[in-house]
């Protein structure tokens, strides 16, 4: 596909490639525009706005394009930036992790609600299988005095996740280990969380083209069911939680049960009711280890 657009201002391009996604359908193409003749100029939304009537260079027109025709194959538009905000945080994205989405901002608020009420001193928290480092850097970005560790099995993810707490200025509070969900790990911490891969394998084809085709498959395959993940995490968090510590873990439509079932089988105690997220979809079970 060929999308020309040089000659025209950033106003005209951004209309013009505003349209494109229009036409091809795409849920939000002015938005999507806008951030991509942004990306290729450099310029935020004040200096789109205060040269909107000048033309483009040539490098630019060509830079949109390129980013256009991508974007109407389907590659979601953090992807083609290189990063997402997440819980007022900007993040850059790998190839090995997944975009975060704002559903998993409800991990965090109800992970923020058990720090608030517990007040633990310095309390510790582990985030398994981090990818971006989302979950945990918007937790200690709240909480001043934590500290975290964040695991992932894919290396390359890692690097990202690191860089992005050192963007973050959290390098000091936050700690990566590469291993399979927290195998390598000992000691004991306050709060786990998790959005662990929960798609069933046989309902990945049928996924978006923006999820199926450009999220790691790793970071969406949870097995037969969906719940392979929780089948390792659950009785990892009793092993590592300390007395009264909770494990807060995203889950996909229709986990709730299974995945309160799964927690309570190891020894957890799941009291508080699944929380829903702006969608109404029912999306965290949380689950307390016993004091005694």
Not at 41 to 62: H, S, W, Y
Not at 110 to 137: C, M, Q, Y
Not at 168 to 193: E, K, N, T
Request: aromatic residues 4%; negative net charge.
């Amino acid at each position: 596909m060929t999308i020309a657009l040089s000659g025209l201002t950033l106003a005209a391009a951004r209309r013009a490639v505003g349209k494109l996604f229009r036409d091809a359908g795409l849920e939000s193409p002015d938005l999507d525009a806008r951030l991509l003749v942004g990306e290729a100029t450099g310029l935020d939304l004040t200096g789109l706005v205060g040269q909107g009537e000048r033309v483009a260079t040539p490098e630019e027109a060509e830079r949109l394009a390129r980013f256009a025709v991508r974007r109407l194959a389907g590659e979601p538009v953090a992807r083609i930036l290189g990063q997402r905000e997440f819980w007022g945080l900007p993040l850059r994205l790998g190839a090995d992790t997944l975009v975060p989405r704002p559903d998993t901002e409800t991990v965090v608020e109800v992970a923020l609600e058990f720090l608030r009420a517990e007040a633990r001193p310095r309390p510790r928290i582990l985030d398994i299988g981090t990818g971006s480092g989302a979950i945990l850097l918007a937790l200690l970005s709240e909480c001043r005095d934590a500290t975290g560790i964040a695991t992932d099995i894919s290396l390359g993810t890692l690097r990202v996740a690191r860089t992005n707490a050192a963007t973050l200025g959290l390098s000091d509070r936050a700690h990566f280990v590469a291993c399979d969900y927290a195998s390598a790990l000992s000691g004991s911490f306050d709060l786990i969380v998790s959005n662990p891969p929960y798609i069933p394998a046989g309902d990945i084809a049928a996924l978006d083209t923006e999820v199926r085709d450009h999220d790691p498959r790793r970071a969406l395959d949870g097995g037969a069911d969906g719940l392979d993940a929780y089948r390792r995490i659950a009785p990892e968090s009793v092993r590592l939680l300390r007395p009264g510590g909770a494990l807060v873990v995203e889950i996909g439509q229709g986990q709730d049960d299974d995945v309160a079932a799964l927690m309570r089988a190891a020894g957890l105690t799941v009291s508080e009711p699944p929380r829903v997220d702006l969608g109404g979809i029912l999306r965290v079970v949380s689950g307390r280890k016993s004091t005694a």
